[in-house]
Each structure stands twice: as structure tokens, then as C-alpha cells.
């Protein structure tokens, strides 16, 4: 079946970039999404990029795509402490109900 | 006012008990979807409705049944409830824009299975 990964755990230093990965194993994938949870609360979406993009930026988010390698990252530029929570990548196929998340990624952002 | 409300936010119940929970989107979204997040924070789908028609039944046991009454509602109720029941539940509705389907999601609701 189809599957995203990411790594679980992520740590940096307030004002560093943080980058978090993504792969992901079915290329039908169409739509490529970036949601951010914090402690108790639902997911919210941050951004989102269609695949036939290689990068989308939003002030401190940029999205990166490598569609051959199947590879998203999400860079976010002077992370803050308030950045800290849980990632999730996503992808969706055009014309299906197939929305996958992939596992999370916990960002530890350091004072 | 909240877009996606689910009620309760937290339940604790006893081994066996039937429970429901509840969930509401005022976005006039046609599609709606619970999620169950374990205590490693992985997401399942486990149902999604579109327009009151359930599109995506994952492999849940039949014990969970979801319902929905109209395109602005979908409720959970889970009969016989068992310790590996206990996660948080998260409601979802969606839109579609140019093509992407966009999620917004409820606040979650925490169930505890002693």
C-alpha cells in the first residue's frame, strides 16, 4: 500500500532553519500538504504544493518537491519557540478520496 | 465560532460501555472523515463521508459505526468498548480548492478505556 515517511523527532535552535522531510511511495500523487499540530489541539494546514511545482515559498515556509525521488521538505527559515509541534506531510490524488498522512515529526525548537 | 466542533472533548468509560461522539462543521463542506491518532501520534483514516455517503470505510472492526445525519454532521458511536479503543479522535470536513483537498480539523476528542 501507499506509505509517507518522515523521521519522528527533529531538534534546533531558536532562530535556525529548521528542515523536515517527506517520502512518499505512490506517484499518482497529486497534491503534496504541510500540516502543523500543537499539544491538543487538531491539525492545521500550513501550506500546500501540486506536484508538477518544485517549490512554493510562504514567508518563512518554503516547500521543496523532488518528484523523481518522491522527496518533500519543509523549511522553516528563524524558527521560534512558538514553532514547536507536531509536522505532518500529507499527498492527495486528483480525482480519488485517497488523502494519506505520513507519521509526524516532533520540532523541538531550543531557547 | 468554531469551524469543526467535536463533543466531548474527552471521555472516560469503562470496558464493554457503548459510547458516541459527536461532530459538527458549519463551512458547508460536502466531505467529512474521522481520524484516530494513538499514542505515537500516528493518523489513521478510518471513515470519510461525502454528502452523507460514506465514500472510505478502512479496515475498523464493525464495532464503530459512523453516521451522518446531514452533510454538516458525522458521529462515531463505538459499541463494546475495548482497552486498545482509547486515542484521540479527530473530525475533519473538506474542500476542494483548484483541485487541492484542503482539511480543517476538530479540536479532538480524548477517549479513555479503563
Known amino acids: 500500500g501507499e506509505d509517507v515517511e518522515q523521521s519522528l523527532f527533529l531538534s534546533v535552535r531558536e532562530g535556525d532553519s529548521s528542515v523536515i522531510n517527506c517520502t512518499y511511495t505512490?506517484?499518482?500523487?497529486?497534491?503534496l500538504y504541510w500540516y502543523k499540530q500543537e499539544p491538543g489541539a487538531g491539525l492545521q494546514l500550513l501550506t500546500y504544493?501540486?506536484?508538477?511545482?518544485d517549490m512554493k515559498q510562504d514567508q518563512r515556509l518554503t516547500v521543496l518537491l523532488n518528484k523523481k525521488d518522491k522527496h518533500l521538505s519543509l523549511r522553516i527559515a528563524d524558527t521560534q519557540t512558538g514553532d514547536s509541534a507536531i509536522y505532518f506531510c500529507?499527498?492527495?490524488?486528483?480525482?480519488?478520496?485517497?488523502?494519506?498522512f505520513g507519521t509526524g515529526t516532533r520540532l523541538k525548537v531550543l531557547a | 465560532d468554531t469551524a469543526v466542533s467535536q463533543t466531548p472533548k474527552y471521555l472516560v468509560t469503562q470496558m464493554g460501555n457503548d459510547k458516541s461522539i459527536k461532530c459538527e462543521q458549519n463551512?458547508?463542506?460536502?466531505?467529512m472523515y474521522w481520524y484516530k491518532q494513538d499514542s505515537k501520534k500516528f493518523l489513521k483514516i478510518m471513515f470519510s463521508?461525502?454528502?452523507?455517503?460514506?465514500?472510505i470505510n478502512e479496515t475498523v472492526p464493525n464495532r464503530f459505526s459512523p453516521k451522518s445525519p446531514d452533510k454538516a454532521h458525522l458521529n462515531l458511536h463505538i459499541n463494546s468498548l475495548e482497552l486498545g479503543d482509547s486515542a484521540v479522535y479527530f473530525c475533519?470536513?473538506?474542500?476542494?480548492?483548484?483541485?487541492?483537498?484542503?482539511?480543517?480539523f476538530g479540536a479532538g476528542s480524548r477517549l479513555t478505556v479503563l
Open positions: 475533519a470536513s473538506s474542500l476542494q480548492v483548484s483541485g487541492a483537498n484542503v482539511l480543517t
Open positions: 505512490d506517484s499518482s500523487s497529486t497534491y
Open positions: 504544493i501540486f506536484s508538477n511545482m
Open positions: 500529507a499527498v492527495s490524488t486528483s480525482g480519488t478520496y485517497k488523502y494519506i
Open positions: 463551512l458547508g463542506h460536502d466531505t
Open positions: 463521508y461525502n454528502n452523507k455517503e460514506l465514500i
